[in-house]
């Protein structure tokens, strides 16, 4: 009889968890404002300006280059987000959410996507697994690699684009 129990309560307690419950709320939590890249940050911002935004009880590691936070959801759900710097500008920001089984890493990487295609006003490309987003000067890749590294792992990896980087050699005029 409770094994009857269980094989009712599993399936529904965990699309509650992967539809909407507490890894939708998490996420929205971690992603912040439409109008910013990640928590209210953006790419371009001054280390000085990420810090200011950023939580410091979070904070793992600090030097110049970088900055590490971690943020503690349960033993099955935590972020790590780095920021790189170059020059004191950011420069990328690097996510990686763990979660406690490959069903929570497909639905957080279908979260992810749905959360950026309306905050970004289009759809995603896809190519060998990664979805892929662009703004003018930004890419931004999901990549649920559950299956790969087990047993729910999603990245996400925000990038200034090629015209958002200085040249390295001045171009002569045609």
């Known amino acids: 009889m409770h094994l009857r129990i269980w094989a009712w309560i599993l399936p529904i307690t965990l699309f509650w968890t992967c539809s909407g419950g507490p890894l939708k709320q998490h996420f929205e939590e971690m992603a912040g404002p439409e109008n910013a890249h990640w928590r209210g940050i953006n790419l371009g911002d001054s280390w000085e300006q990420v810090q200011e935004k950023e939580d410091a009880k979070a904070l793992l590691a600090l030097d110049s280059a970088f900055a590490k936070y971690h943020f503690h959801?349960?033993?099955?759900?935590?972020?790590?987000?780095?920021?790189?710097?170059?020059?004191?500008?950011?420069?990328?920001?690097?996510?990686?959410?763990?979660?406690?089984?490959?069903?929570?890493?497909?639905?957080?990487?279908?979260?992810?996507?749905?959360?950026?295609?309306?905050?970004?006003?289009?759809?995603?490309?896809?190519?060998?697994?990664?979805?892929?987003?662009?703004?003018?000067?930004?890419?931004?890749?999901?990549?649920?690699?559950?299956?790969?590294?087990?047993?729910?792992?999603?990245?996400?990896?925000?990038?200034?684009?090629?015209?958002?980087?200085?040249?390295?050699?001045?171009?002569?005029?045609?």
């Open 73 to 174: 959801y349960s033993d099955s759900e935590y972020y790590e987000v780095q920021y790189q710097f170059v020059e004191e500008r950011l420069d990328e920001i690097y996510v990686q959410v763990f979660l406690g089984s490959e069903p929570q890493g497909e639905a957080l990487s279908g979260l992810a996507v749905a959360h950026f295609s309306e905050a970004w006003k289009q759809e995603a490309l896809m190519d060998q697994g990664v979805y892929v987003f662009t703004k003018p000067g930004v890419l931004l890749e999901i990549m649920d690699e559950s299956p790969f590294h087990g047993p729910g792992l999603v990245r996400l990896i925000f990038r200034l684009g090629p015209e958002s980087k200085p040249e390295d050699e001045p171009k002569l005029p045609s």
